[in-house]
């Protein structure tokens, strides 16, 4: 059984940090492309970032500069550095897995997802 597992969500004030973690257990997704979404109450769900096995990045436009995703293969994890949140970035963060090598940033072409960690940045 696929899981993704997120980690590392919370509240922080405005301009600080945080770090997500996306746990993949049930199988390998070494060769997977990964992304990060976000989705906030009213909201249609939101591309953040994704990363494909061998690195090649996409950023969001609302996140460029302030975010980072990065991966570990050997852990089957995937990682999103948040600095200098601001009180727009709250929302729930979904981690994605596509059966794929290719970088979308299209919800609907991941096929795995994760529970979501609530990310609340205030003023």
């Known amino acids: 059984q696929v899981q993704l597992v997120e980690s590392g969500g919370g509240l922080v004030q405005a301009g600080g940090s945080l770090r997500l973690s996306c746990a993949a257990s049930g199988r390998t997704f070494s060769r997977n492309a990964m992304g990060w979404f976000r989705q906030a109450p009213g909201k249609e769900r939101e591309f953040v970032a994704a990363?494909?096995?061998?690195?090649?990045?996409y950023y969001g436009d609302s996140v460029k500069g302030r975010f980072a995703i990065s991966r570990d293969n050997v852990k089957n994890t995937v990682y999103l550095q948040q600095n200098s949140l601001k009180p727009e970035d709250t929302a729930v963060y979904y981690c994605?897995?596509?059966?794929?090598?290719?970088?979308?940033?299209?919800?609907?072409?991941?096929?795995?997802w994760g529970q979501g960690t609530q990310v609340t940045v205030s003023s």
């Open positions: 994605a897995a596509r059966n794929s090598l290719v970088v979308v940033p299209t919800p609907s072409h991941y096929s795995y």
């Open positions: 990363i494909s096995w061998s690195g090649t990045i």
